[in-house]
């Protein structure tokens, strides 16, 4: 198949949305981007076609799609029973990086939720994304556009690593804003949980609707306690080196990682250090990569996914990375990075 490609890295082009549309009504697969990560689209209420995104992705056929809105209206016909809650967070954070859960109507066919009564909806802050799910019908399907295992994509570029040939189109809107994927919080058992740490906080979601839970499963190491998003059961991507977290205070941090990469060296094996524009100078016998400035968490969240390629592209065969407590999207970012460390961390 050949994947065609429209440019909007300057907004919307009307013509090229309409095509893409086309396709998206045709049962076909279109990536996009939207504020969080690129999206693998496709028609949420045909089932068939979103078979086609576990295909395209090697997705297993278990872990649920979000089904993306353009307006608050659309929701309705998807979802059954709202909760007060849900319009109150839409109201805050909507267009925005949240994904509310909540019980699903009959017209979402379970290809599309993996097999669960409930769907996952939300609605982007990207006029190219709103564009296009109100051409395609205004129900999008779209999990992240990478193959299942790789790094979310945060460009165009990563989209077309993975699934070049695959796709019917890809979108190009440049680099994404936020570079990790939505909160998703669960409005469909007692207190609303997050199921998933993102841009929104726990603080945020709590500042509107008091008291809110965070799934205990994300953050254990006990592997008998399973995460109720089923996405957050698999290993979500590890690089092809070894990635390590150091954690400490950041002197004692450096000089860790240095006679780390000492010792590799003397060995004869390269390492790779995943540091900050404070830290990067310090760092010898490495391939030095910055996340952006400690001081500007939004910069780490977006950088993070494209580093982690750009280091499967090199030669090193482990990577220290230092620690990112960041005071919003700390959570977020920790919960990614552990998971492509497969939860190797030194204190120290
Ligand atoms: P991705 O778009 O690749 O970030 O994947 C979507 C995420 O949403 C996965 O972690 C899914 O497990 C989660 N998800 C989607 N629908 C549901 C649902 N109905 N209940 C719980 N989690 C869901
Ligand atoms: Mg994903």
Not at 114 to 135: K, M, S
Not at 253 to 260: G, L, P, S
Not at 325 to 344: E, S, Y
């Amino acid at each position: 198949m050949k994947t065609l490609i429209e440019n909007m890295r300057n907004g919307v082009d009307e013509a090229g949305i309409r095509r893409a549309g086309e396709l998206l009504r045709q049962g076909g697969l279109v990536a996009f981007p939207t504020e969080t990560v690129y999206g693998l689209g496709a028609d949420a209420l045909d089932a068939e076609a979103a078979a086609k995104i576990y295909r395209a992705k090697g997705r297993p056929s278990d872990n649920p799609l979000i089904v993306h809105i353009a307006d608050w209206d659309a929701i309705g016909r998807i979802a059954a029973d709202i909760p007060t809650e849900a319009k109150r967070l839409a109201d805050a954070f909507w267009p925005g990086p949240l994904t509310m859960i909540l019980k699903k109507s009959e017209v979402v066919p379970f290809a599309t939720t993996g097999g669960l009564e409930t769907v996952a909806v939300r609605l982007p802050d990207h006029e190219v994304a709103r564009a296009l799910i109100r051409a395609g019908g205004g129900y999008v399907a779209a999990p992240s556009a990478n193959t299942s295992g790789r790094p979310s994509p945060t460009k165009a570029e990563h989209v077309a690593q993975d699934l070049d040939g695959v796709i019917d189109m890809i979108i190009d809107g440049g680099d994404v804003e936020i570079g990790i994927e939505s909160t998703i919080v669960d409005l469909t058992e007692g207190r609303p949980t997050i199921l998933r740490p993102g841009y929104i906080s726990r603080e945020m979601l709590a500042g509107v609707l008091g008291r809110v839970e965070v799934d205990r499963a994300l953050f254990a190491e006990d592997e008998h306690l399973r995460p109720k998003a089923p996405g957050m059961r698999y290993r979500h991507y590890a690089p092809r080196a070894q990635l390590f977290i150091v954690e400490g205070a950041q002197q004692r941090v450096r000089e860790t990682i240095n006679a780390r990469a000492a010792e590799n060296a003397e060995k004869g094996r390269c390492t790779g250090v995943i540091g900050t524009d404070e830290s990067q100078d310090y760092y010898a016998n490495a391939l030095v990569k910055s996340i952006g400035s400690r001081t500007d968490e939004s910069s780490i969240a977006r950088h993070l996914y494209s580093i982690l390629r750009e280091f499967d592209e090199s030669e090193v065969s482990v990577i220290y990375s230092e620690s990112f407590d960041t005071p919003q999207m700390g959570q977020a970012i920790m919960n990614r990075l552990i998971k492509a460390a497969g939860h190797q961390i030194i204190s120290v």
